[in-house]
């Protein structure tokens, strides 16, 4: 089993959309959960970063995380055509600070 | 905003010569990393340092490699003996700047293509 899954995608909605992506994890000792979105040639982006469970709010970006279940996920509120990107779960456990990443969903928002 | 620069963005090597790839972390962080992304694959870790010492590398992170950090601002990764599959995008990335706490945001640098002929 993979430590971080994600649906790769791609992933396809129409503009004003609300957007769900999502990562499953199985180590339990991670504790710090980010979202990055990557445009094409760029680095990783830093959107959400959220300690343990809960949810987070950011605009039109929520971050959720539930622990107990080993799933995170990303939420996008009015999706804009800027959206589009790949999108980037990572995981560190806390002691360490090496993050994990999923291999990423790609988004295309479309007009 | 403060972000990470890193140089080149792209770098073309042939097989066997050294290469160094340059970051510049942001300026008041204290903890930086290397990552590396191969075409189609996800981001991995390779090293992290931290007081001018490895805190922590893969097994990705051999002999090959090294880091250093020779002035106050830049940070550099070294791979010695380039192989073929040493070919992708090579991010780093900083943390900081609180002292004694590792599990702050990484922010990353926009990377460096680096393709081995």
């Known amino acids: 089993q993979k430590e971080v899954e994600q649906d790769p995608g791609p992933l396809s909605v129409p503009e004003g959309a609300i957007v769900s992506l999502n990562c499953t994890y199985s180590?339990?000792?991670?504790?710090?959960f980010m979202w990055y979105r990557q445009y094409s040639r760029k680095g990783p982006e830093l959107l959400m970063y959220?300690?343990?469970?809960g949810n987070k709010e950011d605009g039109r970006f929520t971050a959720q995380v539930d622990k107990s279940s080993k799933y995170i996920s990303l939420f996008i509120r009015d999706s804009q055509p800027s959206d589009s990107a790949t999108y980037l779960c990572?995981?560190?456990?806390?002691?360490?600070?090496?993050?994990?990443f999923g291999t990423g969903t790609r988004l295309q928002v479309t007009l | 905003e403060p972000e990470v620069t890193q140089t080149p963005s792209h770098q073309v090597t042939q097989m066997g010569q050294e290469v160094i790839l340059r970051c510049v972390p942001i300026s008041n962080h204290l903890y930086f990393y290397w990552y590396r992304q191969i075409l189609g694959q996800k981001v991995e870790f390779l090293v992290s340092?931290?007081?001018?010492?490895?805190?922590?590398k893969s097994e990705i992170f051999d002999d090959q490699f090294s880091v250093e950090r020779p002035d106050g601002s830049n940070f550099t990764l070294k791979i010695r003996s380039t192989k073929l599959e040493d070919s992708a995008m090579y991010f780093c990335a900083s943390s900081g700047p609180l002292s004694g706490s590792s599990n702050q945001p990484q922010h990353f640098g926009d990377g460096t293509r680096l393709s081995i002929l």
């Open positions: 340092f931290y007081n001018n010492e490895i805190s922590e």
């Open positions: 959220t300690y343990s469970s």
């Open positions: 180590n339990s000792a991670f504790q710090y």
């Open positions: 990572a995981m560190s456990d806390g002691t360490a600070s090496k993050l994990t």
